[in-house]
């Protein structure tokens, strides 16, 4: 036993009191966690110029409050069982009310959600691990990290690593681009791409004419920049409407035009060619620049690539935007920008805000796709990603109420389904969260938050559990559609 | 030998030649480089719907010149020499008028000047790769990309890797930080760090206060933002000038504060413990955030680490940003934001505009730290550091001329160097680098391109031949000073 001595002065007696409870509270916040050491004796004494006694003091303390444990020879160390390790709290399941909700809050709520194991994830459009090539990827990136120069680890100022531009060139032939590496910037992601190449052209207060439904990243990204979203009607299987987007640019001034050409995320829609030549053709009499969002581009249904708008741009207008987080690798963060008569403004955005991609993941993905390993995969998830969109239309039809509607995509992972129109998909997600389930409520998917009888589902973690989630979602349906 | 045979009729005749045309393009702009195989003669076939054998005579016609060559059983490949193969342009050397310099262009320049192993490297503020932990970190980070799960190529999302904010959390404690792991942002650098924390409390328009001088990215990425740049005089040992920044602040609307609070780049400065808390006092009871960039923090020279003005944040308005690439791996592109009372907007801000940071490299850098390797590493490395201050600094001393003032930095690895009034360092910049030496002009530093007679030199690349190439500048600057 030891603890405060009766004979101290109150002042040491305070301080040492102090120490431990500093300590307890760095404790309790995580900073150290169980099993952790904690600072030594000396260290702590240097740190803070307090004498050695009084630290000793103060971890006796700790030791009889049960948070810390002397080991000999090597120190203290937080203690594996707290008296107060309480299980976690599970999953709150506040209730939602949708004349308040935060779409920022719900957005990262069910970003945080595709961490839980315990949830089935029809929510975040996020590819199936099992789908993407993580293994041979990071053998690659095991082998060049250990081989690698010290260069590896130094910046790859933007453009960013010129073996990955010329890999992105050639590939980019398969979708009717004739591009040099020169023409490439490399970004952290799709998402970031898309966000240089807004900031390249708009200026806050701007108005950005969008496809509508959709992703809600795209939104919230809009709200950031202050730029004003105009969303355009899109069809649920050809994309944009033409005539539409004609008349808004005839009545608004509108600086931009965003397009998820290829499986728009949510719609799974896929703008015809004919489509996309009088897109570039329309937007270009007004000098109107295109940012082309082509993330799902690689995971066509049918025989052939789709092409991209960017094929068809003729003024260096079309900004065409992708990444390799759809299907090849998300936690790698590698993407480009194709901005076009742009591209320096866009480079100098990208150094200014981040100053450059991380090296290794470039390295690893141009080795991955010169290897012809990338093609290859690719042909794998294909087939895949059409079976789960499949089964996953199957089982809505199945198990959903009359009166539901589904989206026909020919590429991508996932669904677009109409409810009946008294349910509100808000309360749905809700009810289904308790019971263990995510989805992607519509109202996320346009500015005014319209689309309130919607959900989007995710096919990618197809399972036969997901099947009973879809026939439960159906019973929610029901009971909310009465 | 093939060719064109007289017989073909006109189109096909076109056709063939066109395809041939397409494809030398695709050489000449280095989209398929020597030894690159192109398309089979099938795989073009298919995808342009055309005959094979109009491919096998664009083929034929670009062996005839002299741009592929067929190799048995493989395919069709770029020739290894090509016939127009006449060496790279070398470095060019235009003329800079200084009334005309576009900052922009220069700033990238100089950055691209980095990855020119022919260049004396005095320019951008790099660490030298020998005083990086590249061949340990790397090997870590092939260990874990080896038996890593297949989660590991999945997004990170904001706030980022647990496990390394409880590392970064504890290193804190050094600086006289108490934070606990949810206090903080994993972002893709400091850079992005602040980015984010300027995009989070100012709106288009609004006043930053700022150290002068101040590193040239800053001032940039607040010209894209469309921020308008304050900048307070500031003491070449102890930076911002408290009783100046309080005249600013009653005079004029602020909206936030931004230091390098700790061996400020390219000043070297270090607002002391008294005036940090002063700083923080001051700016609380006007409610304006600060923005603390801590980058050089770790590269100290003395006994102890200086604390961060955050320690005394007591109204969460102190945003510290940080990263490892001035003292680990820069291309790792790992740092982090301690956003206070901002936290979720900022968190919100990383995920709309770049969704999350790379995994491999969180979880390399926090076993990395666990490890204690980074300790070491440190340890090693603030040594070197400020024996290369000391040297570059005699050699200064000793070839630049009379009149000529530098900076005593007590952590990082630049100078700052005030040469006689009438010498012009854009002028120097451009004399320099035709002898094959960079370095960083005065007037990057101030957002009015003040600084005229000033340089900034990196001390990092320190080497025998540094040592001659000072001696080169300092002739060019009596050249010029005359």
């Given at each position: 036993m030891s603890g405060p001595a009766g004979h101290k002065s109150p002042r040491r007696w305070f301080l040492y009191e102090q120490v431990a409870d500093n300590i307890t509270r760095l404790i309790e916040r995580g900073?150290?966690?169980?099993?952790d050491r904690i600072p030594s004796v000396r260290q702590l004494s240097q740190r803070h110029g307090i004498s050695i006694s009084t630290v000793l003091q103060a971890y006796y303390l700790l030791e009889d409050r049960g948070l810390i444990e002397a080991r000999p020879q090597s120190g203290y160390y937080v203690r594996?069982?707290?008296?107060?390790?309480?299980?976690e709290p599970s999953i709150s399941t506040p209730v939602l009310d949708p004349t308040q909700v935060n779409v920022q809050d719900l957005a990262m709520r069910m970003l945080r959600d595709t961490?839980?194991?315990?949830l089935l994830q029809l929510g975040a459009a996020i590819p199936h691990p099992d789908l993407l090539a993580t293994r041979k990827l990071n053998r690659i990136m095991a082998s060049i990290a250990r081989h690698?120069?010290?260069?590896?680890?130094?910046y790859e100022f933007p453009p960013g690593w010129e073996p990955l531009r010329v890999q992105i060139a050639q590939r980019a032939l398969h979708s009717g681009c004739e591009l040099a590496p020169d023409d490439i910037v490399i970004t952290s992601g799709c998402v970031e791409a898309m966000d240089l190449c807004l900031r390249a052209v708009c200026r806050p207060g701007d108005t950005v004419a969008i496809e509508?439904?959709?992703?809600?990243g795209i939104l919230q990204d809009l709200e950031s920049l202050r730029l004003r979203a105009l969303e355009i009607p899109t069809h649920?299987?050809?994309?944009?409407n033409l005539e539409a987007l004609r008349f808004a640019i005839d009545h608004t001034p509108v600086r931009a035009c965003l397009v998820i050409?290829?499986?728009?995320?949510?719609?799974?829609s896929c703008i015809p060619d004919e489509h996309k030549k009088e897109l570039v053709t329309l937007l270009a009499q007004h000098d109107i620049p295109l940012i082309e969002?082509?993330?799902?581009?690689?995971?066509?249904?049918?025989e052939h690539r789709p092409t991209v708008a960017k094929a068809y741009d003729?003024?260096?207008?079309v900004m065409l935007c992708s990444s390799f987080?759809?299907?090849?690798?998300?936690?790698?963060r590698v993407g480009w920008a194709?901005?076009?008569?742009f591209k320096s403004t866009v480079e100098w955005l990208k150094f200014t805000s981040s100053v450059a991609t991380a090296t290794l993941p470039q390295w690893a993905i141009a080795e991955f796709i010169s290897s012809g390993g990338y093609e290859h995969h690719l042909r794998r998830i294909r087939r895949a990603y059409a079976e789960r969109i499949a089964r996953l239309t199957q089982a809505i039809e199945r198990?959903?109420?009359?009166?539901t509607k589904v989206t026909r995509p020919g590429g991508g992972f996932v669904l677009w389904v109409e409810l009946?129109?008294?349910?509100?998909s808000l309360e749905l997600y809700g009810m289904a969260l308790n019971i263990g389930i995510t989805l992607a409520p519509?109202?996320?998917?346009?500015a005014n938050q319209g689309y309130r009888h919607f959900v989007r589902l995710n096919?990618?973690?197809?399972?036969d559990q997901a099947e009973r989630a879809v026939q439960q979602l159906g019973e929610l349906i029901l009971e909310l559609a009465r």
């Amino acid at each position: 036993m030891s603890g405060p001595a009766g004979h101290k002065s109150p002042r040491r007696w305070f301080l040492y009191e102090q120490v431990a409870d500093n300590i307890t509270r760095l404790i309790e916040r995580g900073t150290y966690r169980p099993g952790d050491r904690i600072p030594s004796v000396r260290q702590l004494s240097q740190r803070h110029g307090i004498s050695i006694s009084t630290v000793l003091q103060a971890y006796y303390l700790l030791e009889d409050r049960g948070l810390i444990e002397a080991r000999p020879q090597s120190g203290y160390y937080v203690r594996a069982h707290l008296p107060s390790a309480l299980p976690e709290p599970s999953i709150s399941t506040p209730v939602l009310d949708p004349t308040q909700v935060n779409v920022q809050d719900l957005a990262m709520r069910m970003l945080r959600d595709t961490m839980n194991p315990h949830l089935l994830q029809l929510g975040a459009a996020i590819p199936h691990p099992d789908l993407l090539a993580t293994r041979k990827l990071n053998r690659i990136m095991a082998s060049i990290a250990r081989h690698a120069a010290p260069e590896s680890s130094l910046y790859e100022f933007p453009p960013g690593w010129e073996p990955l531009r010329v890999q992105i060139a050639q590939r980019a032939l398969h979708s009717g681009c004739e591009l040099a590496p020169d023409d490439i910037v490399i970004t952290s992601g799709c998402v970031e791409a898309m966000d240089l190449c807004l900031r390249a052209v708009c200026r806050p207060g701007d108005t950005v004419a969008i496809e509508s439904p959709i992703y809600y990243g795209i939104l919230q990204d809009l709200e950031s920049l202050r730029l004003r979203a105009l969303e355009i009607p899109t069809h649920p299987r050809y994309g944009i409407n033409l005539e539409a987007l004609r008349f808004a640019i005839d009545h608004t001034p509108v600086r931009a035009c965003l397009v998820i050409s290829n499986f728009n995320n949510p719609l799974g829609s896929c703008i015809p060619d004919e489509h996309k030549k009088e897109l570039v053709t329309l937007l270009a009499q007004h000098d109107i620049p295109l940012i082309e969002n082509d993330i799902y581009g690689e995971l066509y249904f049918s025989e052939h690539r789709p092409t991209v708008a960017k094929a068809y741009d003729r003024k260096g207008l079309v900004m065409l935007c992708s990444s390799f987080s759809k299907d090849l690798a998300p936690g790698y963060r590698v993407g480009w920008a194709v901005p076009g008569r742009f591209k320096s403004t866009v480079e100098w955005l990208k150094f200014t805000s981040s100053v450059a991609t991380a090296t290794l993941p470039q390295w690893a993905i141009a080795e991955f796709i010169s290897s012809g390993g990338y093609e290859h995969h690719l042909r794998r998830i294909r087939r895949a990603y059409a079976e789960r969109i499949a089964r996953l239309t199957q089982a809505i039809e199945r198990y959903f109420p009359a009166g539901t509607k589904v989206t026909r995509p020919g590429g991508g992972f996932v669904l677009w389904v109409e409810l009946p129109e008294s349910v509100d998909s808000l309360e749905l997600y809700g009810m289904a969260l308790n019971i263990g389930i995510t989805l992607a409520p519509g109202l996320l998917f346009s500015a005014n938050q319209g689309y309130r009888h919607f959900v989007r589902l995710n096919a990618a973690y197809w399972s036969d559990q997901a099947e009973r989630a879809v026939q439960q979602l159906g019973e929610l349906i029901l009971e909310l559609a009465r």
